[in-house]
């Protein structure tokens, strides 16, 4: 199991793995988060909050909500409003050590105008 965390440690992420590649998406929201999400399925992602709890965050479609710590701001991850056990969770993979994503590549997603994948590059650790 791998674990991803926010800065505080007061929401904790359990995954069962990596995924091959993680996403960079320049809509309007992920673009000012500046995530790299790693997806899942619902079932997959054990998510534990501590005491200062969490807060939510609904955009546009309000299909999805952006996950926060209410402790120290860190965006964790996302899941859909209406949660199944085929639904995603997108993981944040910043809350992960540095060294555990630095060989992952980087899928970049277009979701401000074409909704499409348009490249994939090797992460530097910079972005």
């Avoid at 791998?2 to 904790?12: E, L, M």
């Avoid at 992420?13 to 809509?27: A, E, S, V, Y």
């Avoid at 085929?86 to 105008?113: C, H, W």
Wanted: glycine share 6%; net charge neutral; charged share 20%.
């Amino acid at each position: 199991m791998i674990q991803a965390q926010c800065h505080c440690g007061n929401i904790k992420l359990q995954l069962p793995k990596l995924t091959d590649t993680m996403t960079c998406c320049n809509c309007s929201i992920c673009a000012r988060y500046a995530a790299l999400w790693g997806y899942y399925l619902q079932p997959e992602v054990e998510i534990s909050v501590g005491e200062y709890g969490s807060r939510q965050y609904c955009r546009g479609d309000r299909e999805i909500l952006f996950h926060c710590c209410n402790q120290c701001g860190c965006v964790t991850h996302y899941s859909a409003i209406d949660v199944s056990p085929t639904s995603r969770v997108a993981v944040n993979y910043r809350m992960l050590e540095p060294q555990l994503i630095k060989e992952l590549t980087i899928r970049y997603f277009d979701g401000a105008d074409t909704f499409k994948a348009v490249e994939k590059v090797q992460f530097t650790g910079l972005l």
